[in-house]
């Protein structure tokens, strides 16, 4: 039995979870597409509702390749860690995208779970990839604390904008 083995289970979990939310992103935005169109909301949408697609992607992914037969801990690191690189740059775009758009001016809250935490999610990944070698055992902690964080982030990104398309965006204060 390998060390990815005996996460199976968390990994179907935390996969199917991510498969849901992304299913259910995609309900709640078809159910907001009849408001009007402000300006500037395409652009806020690549940096506010994107990314939570993204995350939720991303956490799908690692599932499936976690859970994939693998002989040993080495391919499957090099694989999460590729992922979580690709997400630090994900993470500066994400920032830039914030600081761009003109819809809606970020606060802490915005930067803490748009960019700052998701960032530190994909470092775990990357950090934990590092030491898989060395720490076969106690890297899948790493993976699935970032997967759990990408998880819980996507939630409530996608929570604040549905609130915030219904409380202010279905008032035309968009």
Not at 21 to 39: E, K, N, R, S, W
């Amino acid at each position: 039995m390998t060390t990815l083995t005996a996460w199976e289970n968390f990994y179907v979990i935390v996969g199917a979870s991510a498969g849901a939310l992304i299913g259910l992103q995609f309900v709640v935005i078809t159910l907001i597409a009849d408001m009007p169109i402000a300006p500037g909301l395409a652009q806020a949408g690549s940096a506010f509702a994107t990314p939570t697609i993204v995350h939720f992607g991303i956490v799908l992914l690692l599932s499936a390749v976690l859970s994939a037969p693998w002989n040993d801990i080495s391919t499957a690191a090099i694989l999460w860690g590729l992922v979580g690189l690709s997400g630090v740059v994900y993470a500066v775009i994400v920032a830039r995208r914030l600081r761009v758009q003109s819809v809606h001016h970020p606060d802490l809250e915005d930067w803490l779970l748009h960019v700052l935490l998701p960032f530190a999610a994909y470092v775990i990944l990357v950090a934990s990839a590092c030491a898989a070698r060395l720490h076969a055992h106690e890297a899948p902690f790493g993976v699935g604390a970032a997967m759990l964080l990408l998880l819980f982030i996507g939630i409530h990104n996608a929570w604040d904008a549905v609130t915030y398309h219904v409380f202010v965006g279905r008032r035309g204060q968009v």
